[in-house]
Protein backbone atom coordinates (compact mmCIF):
# COMPACT_ATOMS: atom_id res chain seq x y z
CA UNK A 1 0.00 0.00 0.00
CA UNK A 2 1.19 3.40 -1.16
CA UNK A 3 1.23 5.52 1.70
CA UNK A 4 3.19 8.82 0.73
CA UNK A 5 2.73 9.86 -3.02
CA UNK A 6 4.48 13.08 -4.54
CA UNK A 7 3.00 13.64 -7.95
CA UNK A 8 4.70 16.74 -10.58
CA UNK A 9 5.47 18.07 -6.87
CA UNK A 10 6.62 22.10 -7.18
CA UNK A 11 7.76 25.01 -5.49
CA UNK A 12 9.61 27.90 -6.40
CA UNK A 13 10.67 30.98 -3.93
CA UNK A 14 11.27 34.28 -5.32
CA UNK A 15 10.99 32.51 -8.94
CA UNK A 16 13.75 30.16 -8.09
CA UNK A 17 12.83 26.30 -8.49
CA UNK A 18 13.80 24.80 -6.07
CA UNK A 19 11.84 21.61 -6.81
CA UNK A 20 10.29 20.73 -9.80
CA UNK A 21 8.24 18.11 -11.09
CA UNK A 22 9.42 15.29 -8.37
CA UNK A 23 7.64 12.17 -8.36
CA UNK A 24 8.06 9.93 -5.74
CA UNK A 25 6.18 7.14 -3.73
CA UNK A 26 6.63 5.62 -0.67
CA UNK A 27 4.74 2.14 0.32
CA UNK A 28 4.06 1.00 3.77
CA UNK A 29 7.31 -0.95 5.46
CA UNK A 30 9.30 0.65 2.72
CA UNK A 31 12.35 2.95 3.79
CA UNK A 32 13.47 5.32 1.51
CA UNK A 33 16.36 7.70 1.84
CA UNK A 34 16.40 10.97 -0.22
CA UNK A 35 19.69 12.29 -0.59
CA UNK A 36 21.29 15.38 -1.99
CA UNK A 37 23.79 18.10 -1.56
CA UNK A 38 22.86 21.34 0.80
CA UNK A 39 20.08 23.38 -1.38
CA UNK A 40 19.21 19.90 -3.10
CA UNK A 41 15.72 20.32 -2.05
CA UNK A 42 15.16 17.93 0.50
CA UNK A 43 13.93 19.93 3.30
CA UNK A 44 11.60 21.93 1.08
CA UNK A 45 10.55 18.69 0.18
CA UNK A 46 9.58 17.56 3.50
CA UNK A 47 7.93 20.57 4.47
CA UNK A 48 5.97 19.83 1.63
CA UNK A 49 5.01 16.77 2.78
CA UNK A 50 4.02 17.78 6.38
CA UNK A 51 2.00 20.91 4.84
CA UNK A 52 4.13 23.28 6.43
CA UNK A 53 4.15 25.11 3.19
CA UNK A 54 2.14 24.67 0.26
CA UNK A 55 3.01 23.43 -3.08
CA UNK A 56 3.17 25.96 -6.06
CA UNK A 57 2.14 22.40 -8.43
CA UNK A 58 1.91 18.75 -8.03
CA UNK A 59 0.40 17.28 -5.36
CA UNK A 60 1.11 15.13 -2.09
CA UNK A 61 -1.42 12.58 -0.67
CA UNK A 62 -0.96 10.91 2.88
CA UNK A 63 -2.89 7.59 2.54
CA UNK A 64 -5.25 9.82 0.61
CA UNK A 65 -5.36 12.95 3.04
CA UNK A 66 -3.91 16.27 2.03
CA UNK A 67 -0.63 17.85 3.60
CA UNK A 68 -1.13 19.28 6.38
CA UNK A 69 -4.40 17.86 6.84
CA UNK A 70 -5.90 16.66 10.30
CA UNK A 71 -6.07 13.16 8.59
CA UNK A 72 -2.55 13.30 7.83
CA UNK A 73 -0.83 14.56 11.06
CA UNK A 74 -2.47 12.26 12.69
CA UNK A 75 -0.39 9.42 10.63
CA UNK A 76 2.76 11.07 10.75
CA UNK A 77 5.80 11.22 12.82
CA UNK A 78 8.71 13.92 12.08
CA UNK A 79 12.16 14.37 13.42
CA UNK A 80 13.50 17.71 12.19
CA UNK A 81 17.23 18.09 11.32
CA UNK A 82 18.23 19.51 14.77
CA UNK A 83 15.63 18.76 16.90
CA UNK A 84 15.17 21.35 19.17
CA UNK A 85 13.19 21.89 22.75
CA UNK A 86 12.35 24.65 25.16
CA UNK A 87 15.45 24.20 27.05
CA UNK A 88 13.30 25.17 30.73
CA UNK A 89 11.36 21.67 30.28
CA UNK A 90 12.47 17.83 31.07
CA UNK A 91 12.61 15.36 28.55
CA UNK A 92 9.57 13.61 30.74
CA UNK A 93 7.60 16.66 30.39
CA UNK A 94 8.00 17.46 27.06
CA UNK A 95 7.25 14.07 25.60
CA UNK A 96 4.39 14.03 27.63
CA UNK A 97 3.13 16.93 25.98
CA UNK A 98 3.59 14.89 22.71
CA UNK A 99 1.60 12.37 23.92
CA UNK A 100 -1.28 14.02 25.26
CA UNK A 101 -1.04 16.26 21.70
CA UNK A 102 -1.51 12.49 20.11
CA UNK A 103 -4.59 11.68 22.49
CA UNK A 104 -2.35 9.34 24.20
CA UNK A 105 -1.42 8.51 27.89
CA UNK A 106 1.10 10.69 29.15
CA UNK A 107 2.96 8.30 31.77
CA UNK A 108 4.34 6.58 28.39
CA UNK A 109 6.87 9.25 28.11
CA UNK A 110 9.36 7.19 30.69
CA UNK A 111 9.40 3.98 28.37
CA UNK A 112 9.61 5.70 25.46
CA UNK A 113 12.77 8.07 26.55
CA UNK A 114 14.35 5.10 27.95
CA UNK A 115 14.22 3.14 24.85
CA UNK A 116 16.26 5.95 23.04
CA UNK A 117 18.56 5.95 25.94
CA UNK A 118 17.63 8.64 28.05
CA UNK A 119 16.20 6.76 30.89
CA UNK A 120 19.03 8.67 33.40
CA UNK A 121 18.45 12.38 32.08
CA UNK A 122 14.08 12.29 31.27
CA UNK A 123 13.66 14.24 34.91
CA UNK A 124 16.79 16.71 33.88
CA UNK A 125 16.12 19.80 31.70
CA UNK A 126 16.41 20.22 28.27
CA UNK A 127 18.78 22.75 27.98
CA UNK A 128 21.64 20.43 29.70
CA UNK A 129 21.40 17.93 27.34
CA UNK A 130 24.03 17.84 24.48
CA UNK A 131 23.38 17.54 20.39
CA UNK A 132 23.23 14.02 20.76
CA UNK A 133 20.61 14.12 23.67
CA UNK A 134 18.45 16.74 22.16
CA UNK A 135 18.00 14.40 19.00
CA UNK A 136 17.29 11.14 20.81
CA UNK A 137 14.41 13.35 22.55
CA UNK A 138 13.16 13.97 18.85
CA UNK A 139 13.44 10.38 18.25
CA UNK A 140 11.58 9.98 21.29
CA UNK A 141 8.98 11.88 20.17
CA UNK A 142 8.76 10.64 16.52
CA UNK A 143 8.37 7.08 18.12
CA UNK A 144 4.97 8.14 19.47
CA UNK A 145 2.20 6.32 18.62
CA UNK A 146 3.49 4.26 16.25
CA UNK A 147 3.30 6.52 13.33
CA UNK A 148 2.34 5.35 9.70
CA UNK A 149 4.68 7.47 7.91
CA UNK A 150 7.54 8.71 9.08
CA UNK A 151 9.40 11.92 8.47
CA UNK A 152 13.64 12.13 9.37
CA UNK A 153 15.45 14.97 8.43
CA UNK A 154 19.01 14.24 8.58
CA UNK A 155 18.16 11.83 11.61
CA UNK A 156 21.36 10.74 12.54
CA UNK A 157 23.61 14.03 12.42
CA UNK A 158 24.86 14.11 15.97
CA UNK A 159 24.86 10.30 16.77
CA UNK A 160 27.96 8.86 17.44
CA UNK A 161 28.17 5.36 15.29
CA UNK A 162 27.35 3.39 18.10
CA UNK A 163 23.92 5.40 18.39
CA UNK A 164 23.33 5.08 15.06
CA UNK A 165 24.00 2.03 14.60
CA UNK A 166 20.87 1.79 17.84
CA UNK A 167 18.78 4.69 15.48
CA UNK A 168 18.76 1.86 12.37
CA UNK A 169 17.42 -1.20 14.45
CA UNK A 170 14.72 0.85 15.85
CA UNK A 171 13.99 2.29 12.32
CA UNK A 172 14.08 -1.17 11.04
CA UNK A 173 11.67 -3.09 13.69
CA UNK A 174 9.40 0.22 12.60
CA UNK A 175 9.31 -0.71 8.96
CA UNK A 176 8.89 -4.29 9.60
CA UNK A 177 6.07 -3.32 11.52
CA UNK A 178 4.99 -1.70 8.50
CA UNK A 179 5.59 1.97 8.96
CA UNK A 180 6.94 3.84 5.84
CA UNK A 181 10.04 5.82 5.97
CA UNK A 182 11.24 8.94 4.48
CA UNK A 183 14.86 9.86 5.61
CA UNK A 184 17.03 12.62 4.08
CA UNK A 185 20.77 12.53 4.13
CA UNK A 186 23.99 13.91 2.69
CA UNK A 187 26.09 10.55 2.30
CA UNK A 188 25.03 7.64 0.32
CA UNK A 189 27.74 5.63 2.48
CA UNK A 190 25.36 6.79 5.25
CA UNK A 191 22.36 4.74 4.37
CA UNK A 192 23.86 1.69 2.23
CA UNK A 193 22.01 -1.13 3.42
CA UNK A 194 19.24 -0.06 5.97
CA UNK A 195 16.97 1.51 3.06
CA UNK A 196 15.23 0.18 0.53
CA UNK A 197 15.52 2.69 -1.91
CA UNK A 198 17.27 5.91 -2.52
CA UNK A 199 16.36 8.55 -4.10
CA UNK A 200 18.54 11.35 -5.61
CA UNK A 201 17.70 14.97 -5.67
CA UNK A 202 20.15 17.60 -7.63
CA UNK A 203 18.92 21.05 -7.93
CA UNK A 204 15.48 20.80 -7.35
CA UNK A 205 15.28 17.73 -9.66
CA UNK A 206 14.71 13.76 -8.85
CA UNK A 207 17.90 11.90 -10.67
CA UNK A 208 17.89 8.77 -9.18
CA UNK A 209 15.24 6.27 -7.34
CA UNK A 210 16.14 3.30 -7.05
CA UNK A 211 17.58 0.50 -4.84
CA UNK A 212 21.42 0.55 -4.64
CA UNK A 213 22.29 -2.26 -7.27
CA UNK A 214 20.43 -0.12 -9.23
CA UNK A 215 21.88 2.85 -8.58
CA UNK A 216 25.00 0.85 -9.20
CA UNK A 217 24.42 -0.57 -12.63
CA UNK A 218 22.90 2.56 -13.75
CA UNK A 219 26.19 4.89 -13.08
CA UNK A 220 28.33 1.62 -14.34
CA UNK A 221 31.44 2.90 -13.01
CA UNK A 222 34.39 0.63 -13.44
CA UNK A 223 35.85 -1.35 -11.23
CA UNK A 224 39.18 -0.48 -9.34
CA UNK A 225 42.13 -3.59 -9.32
CA UNK A 226 44.97 -3.50 -7.60
CA UNK A 227 47.73 -6.04 -8.77
CA UNK A 228 51.11 -6.51 -6.25
CA UNK A 229 53.83 -7.74 -8.50
CA UNK A 230 55.96 -11.06 -7.30
CA UNK A 231 59.51 -10.28 -6.54
CA UNK A 232 61.47 -9.77 -9.60
CA UNK A 233 58.03 -9.91 -11.70
CA UNK A 234 57.44 -6.14 -11.98
CA UNK A 235 58.30 -5.67 -15.71
CA UNK A 236 56.58 -8.69 -16.98
CA UNK A 237 53.56 -7.79 -14.99
CA UNK A 238 53.40 -4.41 -16.61
CA UNK A 239 53.71 -6.29 -20.49
CA UNK A 240 50.84 -8.14 -19.11
CA UNK A 241 48.53 -5.11 -18.08
CA UNK A 242 49.75 -2.21 -20.60
CA UNK A 243 46.69 -0.32 -19.24
CA UNK A 244 47.82 -0.36 -15.74
CA UNK A 245 49.34 2.46 -13.87
CA UNK A 246 52.57 1.60 -12.19
CA UNK A 247 53.22 2.96 -8.36
CA UNK A 248 56.12 1.69 -6.05
CA UNK A 249 56.45 1.49 -2.51
CA UNK A 250 57.85 0.35 0.59
CA UNK A 251 55.22 -2.20 -0.07
CA UNK A 252 55.95 -3.23 -2.96
CA UNK A 253 55.59 -2.57 -6.84
CA UNK A 254 51.96 -1.94 -7.63
CA UNK A 255 50.02 -1.84 -10.56
CA UNK A 256 46.23 -0.25 -10.61
CA UNK A 257 43.77 -0.56 -13.42
CA UNK A 258 40.21 0.43 -13.97
CA UNK A 259 37.98 -2.09 -15.36
CA UNK A 260 34.40 -2.03 -17.03
CA UNK A 261 31.72 -3.96 -15.26
CA UNK A 262 31.37 -6.27 -18.53
CA UNK A 263 35.09 -7.27 -18.40
CA UNK A 264 35.31 -8.20 -15.43
CA UNK A 265 35.14 -11.74 -15.65
CA UNK A 266 37.87 -11.41 -19.02
CA UNK A 267 40.08 -9.22 -16.29
CA UNK A 268 39.98 -12.12 -13.32
CA UNK A 269 40.92 -14.48 -16.30
CA UNK A 270 44.15 -12.69 -17.02
CA UNK A 271 45.21 -12.10 -13.86
CA UNK A 272 44.54 -16.11 -13.35
CA UNK A 273 46.92 -16.37 -16.51
CA UNK A 274 49.52 -14.05 -14.81
CA UNK A 275 49.47 -16.10 -11.65
CA UNK A 276 53.19 -16.46 -12.11
CA UNK A 277 53.72 -12.86 -12.15
CA UNK A 278 51.09 -11.54 -9.10
CA UNK A 279 51.44 -11.73 -5.71
CA UNK A 280 48.64 -10.62 -4.72
CA UNK A 281 45.14 -8.83 -5.61
CA UNK A 282 42.34 -6.75 -5.02
CA UNK A 283 39.14 -5.78 -6.64
CA UNK A 284 37.63 -2.98 -5.73
CA UNK A 285 33.51 -2.05 -6.73
CA UNK A 286 32.96 1.82 -7.26
CA UNK A 287 32.67 3.22 -4.04
CA UNK A 288 29.19 4.71 -2.97
CA UNK A 289 30.55 7.99 -2.87
CA UNK A 290 31.80 7.51 -6.48
CA UNK A 291 28.50 6.68 -7.84
CA UNK A 292 26.79 9.29 -5.76
CA UNK A 293 28.86 11.65 -7.34
CA UNK A 294 28.66 10.51 -10.55
CA UNK A 295 24.80 10.21 -10.49
CA UNK A 296 24.79 14.36 -9.41
CA UNK A 297 27.21 15.34 -11.54
CA UNK A 298 25.63 13.71 -14.78
CA UNK A 299 22.45 15.10 -13.83
CA UNK A 300 23.95 18.61 -13.48
CA UNK B 1 -9.46 16.35 22.67
CA UNK B 2 -9.16 20.33 21.25
CA UNK B 3 -9.53 20.91 25.23
CA UNK B 4 -7.24 18.27 26.29
CA UNK B 5 -4.78 19.29 23.54
CA UNK B 6 -5.11 23.09 24.81
CA UNK B 7 -5.04 22.68 28.14
CA UNK B 8 -1.61 20.67 27.85
CA UNK B 9 0.50 23.77 26.01
CA UNK B 10 -1.20 25.66 28.42
CA UNK B 11 0.15 23.84 31.42
CA UNK B 12 3.68 22.92 29.57
CA UNK B 13 3.67 27.41 28.56
CA UNK B 14 2.70 27.99 32.46
CA UNK B 15 5.79 25.59 33.53
CA UNK B 16 8.00 27.58 31.08
CA UNK B 17 6.65 30.75 32.39
CA UNK B 18 7.27 29.76 36.18
CA UNK B 19 10.96 28.77 35.38
CA UNK B 20 11.94 31.46 33.17
CA UNK B 21 10.60 33.71 36.35
CA UNK B 22 7.93 35.63 34.66
CA UNK B 23 5.48 34.44 37.06
CA UNK B 24 7.39 35.22 40.25
CA UNK B 25 8.62 38.70 38.83
CA UNK B 26 4.71 39.86 37.72
CA UNK B 27 3.97 38.68 40.76
CA UNK B 28 6.26 40.80 42.32
CA UNK B 29 5.71 43.76 40.58
CA UNK B 30 2.21 43.67 41.38
CA UNK B 31 2.60 43.02 45.10
CA UNK B 32 5.56 45.94 45.11
CA UNK B 33 3.59 48.50 43.89
CA UNK B 34 -0.23 48.02 45.48
CA UNK B 35 2.15 47.61 48.63
CA UNK B 36 3.29 51.08 47.79
CA UNK B 37 -0.01 52.96 46.51
CA UNK B 38 -2.48 51.54 49.54
CA UNK B 39 0.25 52.20 51.93
CA UNK B 40 1.05 55.83 51.16
CA UNK B 41 -1.07 56.51 47.74
CA UNK B 42 -4.53 57.25 49.92
CA UNK B 43 -3.23 60.34 51.02
CA UNK B 44 -4.02 62.75 48.09
CA UNK B 45 -7.32 61.76 48.15
CA UNK B 46 -8.07 63.44 51.30
CA UNK B 47 -11.77 63.11 52.97
CA UNK B 48 -13.34 62.23 49.41
CA UNK B 49 -13.90 58.34 50.20
CA UNK B 50 -15.59 56.37 52.81
CA UNK B 51 -12.94 53.80 53.17
CA UNK B 52 -9.28 53.68 52.36
CA UNK B 53 -9.60 50.34 50.27
CA UNK B 54 -11.94 52.35 47.33
CA UNK B 55 -9.64 55.06 47.54
CA UNK B 56 -6.46 52.10 47.30
CA UNK B 57 -8.42 50.94 44.35
CA UNK B 58 -8.79 54.48 42.45
CA UNK B 59 -4.97 54.53 42.62
CA UNK B 60 -4.42 50.64 42.15
CA UNK B 61 -6.68 51.39 38.38
CA UNK B 62 -4.49 54.01 37.30
CA UNK B 63 -1.35 51.89 38.13
CA UNK B 64 -2.83 49.07 36.51
CA UNK B 65 -3.32 50.76 33.15
CA UNK B 66 0.43 51.03 32.81
CA UNK B 67 1.32 48.05 34.44
CA UNK B 68 -1.10 45.43 32.84
CA UNK B 69 -0.51 46.14 29.88
CA UNK B 70 3.29 46.13 29.91
CA UNK B 71 3.54 42.53 32.00
CA UNK B 72 1.41 41.01 29.47
CA UNK B 73 3.47 42.28 26.65
CA UNK B 74 6.44 40.89 28.63
CA UNK B 75 5.71 37.60 28.80
CA UNK B 76 3.94 37.29 25.21
CA UNK B 77 5.74 38.82 22.73
CA UNK B 78 8.05 35.96 22.47
CA UNK B 79 5.40 33.04 22.26
CA UNK B 80 5.84 32.80 18.60
CA UNK B 81 8.93 34.70 17.76
CA UNK B 82 10.52 32.49 20.01
CA UNK B 83 9.71 29.70 18.44
CA UNK B 84 10.63 30.32 15.44
CA UNK B 85 13.94 31.22 16.28
CA UNK B 86 14.88 27.80 18.39
CA UNK B 87 13.40 25.89 15.56
CA UNK B 88 10.43 24.40 17.81
CA UNK B 89 7.52 25.64 15.58
CA UNK B 90 7.65 23.47 12.29
CA UNK B 91 7.53 20.28 15.09
CA UNK B 92 4.80 21.44 16.65
CA UNK B 93 2.84 22.23 13.88
CA UNK B 94 3.05 19.17 12.32
CA UNK B 95 1.35 17.49 15.45
CA UNK B 96 -2.46 16.88 15.41
CA UNK B 97 -2.74 20.66 17.41
CA UNK B 98 -4.59 23.21 15.09
CA UNK B 99 -2.70 26.92 14.79
CA UNK B 100 -5.63 28.46 16.79
CA UNK B 101 -4.68 25.95 19.82
CA UNK B 102 -1.27 26.61 20.18
CA UNK B 103 -2.64 30.15 20.08
CA UNK B 104 -5.30 29.75 22.61
CA UNK B 105 -2.97 27.19 25.08
CA UNK B 106 -0.49 30.20 25.45
CA UNK B 107 -3.08 32.77 25.90
CA UNK B 108 -4.62 30.80 28.73
CA UNK B 109 -0.52 30.09 30.60
CA UNK B 110 -0.16 33.67 30.17
CA UNK B 111 -3.37 35.42 31.57
CA UNK B 112 -3.20 33.05 34.04
CA UNK B 113 0.02 34.35 35.32
CA UNK B 114 -1.46 37.49 34.65
CA UNK B 115 -4.28 36.63 36.99
CA UNK B 116 -2.02 35.01 39.72
CA UNK B 117 -0.54 38.39 40.04
CA UNK B 118 -2.79 40.59 39.90
CA UNK B 119 -4.63 38.79 42.39
CA UNK B 120 -1.71 39.11 44.69
CA UNK B 121 -0.90 42.48 44.26
CA UNK B 122 -4.89 43.21 44.81
CA UNK B 123 -4.78 41.00 47.69
CA UNK B 124 -2.01 42.45 49.35
CA UNK B 125 -3.68 46.12 49.15
CA UNK B 126 -7.07 44.70 50.45
CA UNK B 127 -5.05 42.99 53.63
CA UNK B 128 -3.33 46.66 54.02
CA UNK B 129 -7.16 48.08 54.30
CA UNK B 130 -8.10 45.11 56.42
CA UNK B 131 -5.43 46.12 59.00
CA UNK B 132 -5.73 49.62 58.84
CA UNK B 133 -9.37 50.45 58.84
CA UNK B 134 -10.84 46.91 59.99
CA UNK B 135 -14.52 45.69 59.06
CA UNK B 136 -15.17 49.41 57.16
CA UNK B 137 -12.67 47.98 54.40
CA UNK B 138 -15.39 45.43 53.40
CA UNK B 139 -17.04 48.71 51.50
CA UNK B 140 -14.42 48.18 49.21
CA UNK B 141 -14.09 44.66 48.58
CA UNK B 142 -16.69 44.91 45.38
CA UNK B 143 -14.57 47.62 43.65
CA UNK B 144 -11.70 45.64 43.94
CA UNK B 145 -12.87 42.59 42.70
CA UNK B 146 -14.40 44.77 39.69
CA UNK B 147 -10.20 45.68 39.31
CA UNK B 148 -9.14 42.08 39.55
CA UNK B 149 -11.17 40.71 37.03
CA UNK B 150 -11.02 43.59 34.47
CA UNK B 151 -7.18 43.58 34.67
CA UNK B 152 -7.48 40.17 33.12
CA UNK B 153 -9.59 40.72 30.39
CA UNK B 154 -7.16 43.82 29.76
CA UNK B 155 -4.21 41.37 30.23
CA UNK B 156 -6.05 39.29 28.19
CA UNK B 157 -6.05 41.82 25.22
CA UNK B 158 -2.51 42.43 25.71
CA UNK B 159 -1.30 38.79 25.69
CA UNK B 160 -3.18 38.40 22.31
CA UNK B 161 -1.75 42.30 20.84
CA UNK B 162 1.99 40.36 21.88
CA UNK B 163 1.17 37.41 20.47
CA UNK B 164 0.19 39.43 17.06
CA UNK B 165 3.76 41.12 17.48
CA UNK B 166 5.43 37.98 17.89
CA UNK B 167 3.79 36.89 14.79
CA UNK B 168 4.69 39.71 12.63
CA UNK B 169 8.02 40.15 13.98
CA UNK B 170 9.64 36.47 13.51
CA UNK B 171 12.17 37.58 15.81
CA UNK B 172 12.00 38.13 19.07
CA UNK B 173 14.28 41.38 19.20
CA UNK B 174 12.10 42.31 16.97
CA UNK B 175 8.94 41.37 18.78
CA UNK B 176 10.59 43.15 21.76
CA UNK B 177 10.59 46.59 20.29
CA UNK B 178 6.96 46.30 18.24
CA UNK B 179 6.02 44.96 21.75
CA UNK B 180 6.86 48.47 23.78
CA UNK B 181 6.65 50.67 21.09
CA UNK B 182 2.56 49.51 21.02
CA UNK B 183 2.49 49.94 24.63
CA UNK B 184 3.89 53.36 24.40
CA UNK B 185 1.30 54.17 21.67
CA UNK B 186 -1.80 52.36 23.56
CA UNK B 187 -1.19 53.46 27.06
CA UNK B 188 0.34 56.76 26.77
CA UNK B 189 0.53 58.56 23.60
CA UNK B 190 -3.20 57.67 22.80
CA UNK B 191 -4.49 59.51 25.67
CA UNK B 192 -1.90 62.50 25.17
CA UNK B 193 -3.56 62.74 21.77
CA UNK B 194 -6.72 62.76 23.05
CA UNK B 195 -6.27 64.79 25.39
CA UNK B 196 -4.33 67.29 23.01
CA UNK B 197 -7.76 67.34 20.51
CA UNK B 198 -9.93 68.25 23.68
CA UNK B 199 -7.76 71.10 24.78
CA UNK B 200 -7.16 72.38 20.78
CA UNK B 201 -11.29 71.58 20.26
CA UNK B 202 -12.44 73.62 23.40
CA UNK B 203 -15.58 72.42 23.66
CA UNK B 204 -16.93 71.96 20.24
CA UNK B 205 -18.50 69.24 18.70
CA UNK B 206 -15.36 66.41 18.29
CA UNK B 207 -15.21 66.99 22.41
CA UNK B 208 -19.19 65.75 22.29
CA UNK B 209 -19.35 63.27 20.14
CA UNK B 210 -16.09 61.63 19.15
CA UNK B 211 -14.06 61.99 22.12
CA UNK B 212 -16.07 59.88 24.49
CA UNK B 213 -16.20 56.95 21.64
CA UNK B 214 -12.33 57.27 20.76
CA UNK B 215 -12.10 56.93 24.59
CA UNK B 216 -13.81 53.84 25.09
CA UNK B 217 -12.34 52.40 21.83
CA UNK B 218 -9.10 51.95 23.67
CA UNK B 219 -9.04 48.88 25.73
CA UNK B 220 -6.74 50.40 28.60
CA UNK B 221 -9.13 53.54 28.66
CA UNK B 222 -12.25 51.56 28.79
CA UNK B 223 -10.95 49.48 32.22
CA UNK B 224 -9.93 53.03 33.22
CA UNK B 225 -13.20 54.40 33.10
CA UNK B 226 -15.12 51.54 33.85
CA UNK B 227 -13.33 50.80 37.08
CA UNK B 228 -13.55 54.58 38.34
CA UNK B 229 -17.13 55.48 36.69
CA UNK B 230 -18.27 52.07 38.71
CA UNK B 231 -16.73 52.89 41.90
CA UNK B 232 -17.81 56.36 44.36
CA UNK B 233 -13.73 56.94 43.77
CA UNK B 234 -14.21 58.86 40.57
CA UNK B 235 -13.52 62.26 42.34
CA UNK B 236 -10.54 60.94 43.16
CA UNK B 237 -9.00 60.66 39.20
CA UNK B 238 -8.01 63.27 37.38
CA UNK B 239 -7.63 64.14 33.74
CA UNK B 240 -9.51 62.00 30.92
CA UNK B 241 -11.30 59.54 33.27
CA UNK B 242 -12.69 62.28 35.23
CA UNK B 243 -13.90 64.42 31.96
CA UNK B 244 -15.42 61.12 30.55
CA UNK B 245 -17.54 60.19 33.75
CA UNK B 246 -20.57 60.77 31.25
CA UNK B 247 -20.17 57.78 29.63
CA UNK B 248 -22.84 55.31 29.77
CA UNK B 249 -20.97 52.32 31.99
CA UNK B 250 -21.88 49.93 29.53
CA UNK B 251 -19.66 50.98 26.89
CA UNK B 252 -16.49 50.12 28.39
CA UNK B 253 -17.70 47.11 29.90
CA UNK B 254 -18.87 46.29 25.98
CA UNK B 255 -14.94 47.50 24.88
CA UNK B 256 -13.96 44.89 27.87
CA UNK B 257 -15.80 41.79 26.52
CA UNK B 258 -15.10 42.44 22.91
CA UNK B 259 -11.88 43.39 22.85
CA UNK B 260 -9.89 40.19 24.12
CA UNK B 261 -11.55 38.21 21.18
CA UNK B 262 -10.70 40.73 18.76
CA UNK B 263 -7.29 40.41 19.60
CA UNK B 264 -7.45 36.83 19.81
CA UNK B 265 -8.59 36.82 16.33
CA UNK B 266 -5.90 39.20 14.76
CA UNK B 267 -3.16 37.08 16.93
CA UNK B 268 -4.53 34.08 14.96
CA UNK B 269 -4.26 36.34 11.49
CA UNK B 270 -1.01 37.06 12.15
CA UNK B 271 0.35 33.65 12.97
CA UNK B 272 -1.67 32.59 9.85
CA UNK B 273 0.50 33.93 8.06
CA UNK B 274 3.82 32.37 9.87
CA UNK B 275 5.64 30.27 7.49
CA UNK B 276 7.83 27.52 9.90
Known amino acids: MRLLTLSQLTKCYDGHTVLDAVDLTVAAGETVALLGHNGAGKSTLMKLVLGLIQADAGSVSIAGHGPGSAGARAQIAYLPENAAFHPALTGTEQIAHFLRLRGLDPRGAGALLAKVGLKEAARRRIGTYSKGMRQRVGLAQALIGAPKLMVLDEPTSGLDPVSRREFYALLADLAASGTAVLLSSHALTEVEARTDRIAILSQGKLVADGSLAALRAAADLPMTVHLRAAAGQAQALVAAFPEGVRRVDAGGDHLTLNCPQVEKFAVMDRIRGAADQVADFDIHPPSLDDIYAHISRRAA | ?276
Open chain 2, 1 to 276: MMLRRIFSTARLEFLIALRNRWVGIAAAMMILFALVLSLAGAAPSGAMAADRLSVTVASLTSLAVYLVPLIALLISFDAIAGEVERGTLPLHLTYPLGRGELLLGKLGAQVAVLALAVSLGYGVAAVVGFVGDGVAAVAGLGALWRLVWTSVLLGAVFVSLGHMMSCLARRPSGAAGMAIGLWLVAIVLYDLGLLAAVVADNGGRFTASAFPWLLVLNPADAFRIFNLAASEAVGAAAGLAGAASAIALWKPLASLLVWPALAALLARAAFGRVQP
